[in-house]
């Protein structure tokens, strides 16, 4: 109430929706099944739309959860002699092929734990180099944990997986969030 948030069930039970505003922006946390096969349990997803170039894509994921999606992605082509990378696939598997990840020296804080990559590596040190590398840095996260935060088609996205959907939790990924945008 304080926050204006508007609450919604999810479909037959299965989870719920909030809407949000921030600097007059709406934005959108769901929790409930996973959207990606790379979440076991519950998933939470928060996304807003940004007024940011189309072009521009940023992703930062957990290590395991990188290694994992390279093995896969390799599997995928090399089981099917695929010379495409298949359209289906999330993008985040298809940006692990596309684009150079950020050296750990460009990201101390995060580069044990984290995987950062970019279309522009100049905006993804940048949006690093802020508070959002000490925010994700204090998370109490298992380092299992999968999370992504991306930026794509003018969207911030945060995906990790969740099993329990405490308020205390739920705002520290929202302080997370309003942190990346």
Do not use: C
């Amino acid at each position: 109430g304080q926050r204006s948030l508007d609450f919604k069930r999810g479909h037959e039970g299965e989870g719920f929706g909030v809407d949000g505003r921030l600097d007059d922006r709406p934005w959108r946390m769901e929790w409930g099944p996973p959207q990606r096969a790379y979440i076991a349990g519950r998933e939470l997803r928060i996304r807003m739309e940004l007024k940011l170039p189309g072009d521009l894509q940023m992703l930062l994921l957990s290590k395991p959860l990188m290694d994992q999606l390279e093995r896969q992605t390799y599997e995928n082509f090399t089981e099917g002699l695929q010379t495409q990378i298949d359209t289906s696939s999330p993008e985040e598997m298809r940006w692990l092929v596309m684009f150079p990840k950020l050296p750990g020296a460009d990201m101390p804080v995060l580069r044990e734990r984290y995987v950062a990559l970019s279309s522009i590596k100049g905006w993804l040190k940048q949006w690093l180099e802020g508070p959002l590398s000490q925010s994700i840095a204090s998370l109490r996260i298992e380092p299992e944990t999968p999370l992504v935060l991306m930026i794509g088609r003018g969207r911030l996205m945060l995906r990790t997986a969740l099993p329990d959907a405490e308020v205390s939790t739920l705002q520290t990924w929202l302080r997370v969030f309003e942190t990346a945008m």
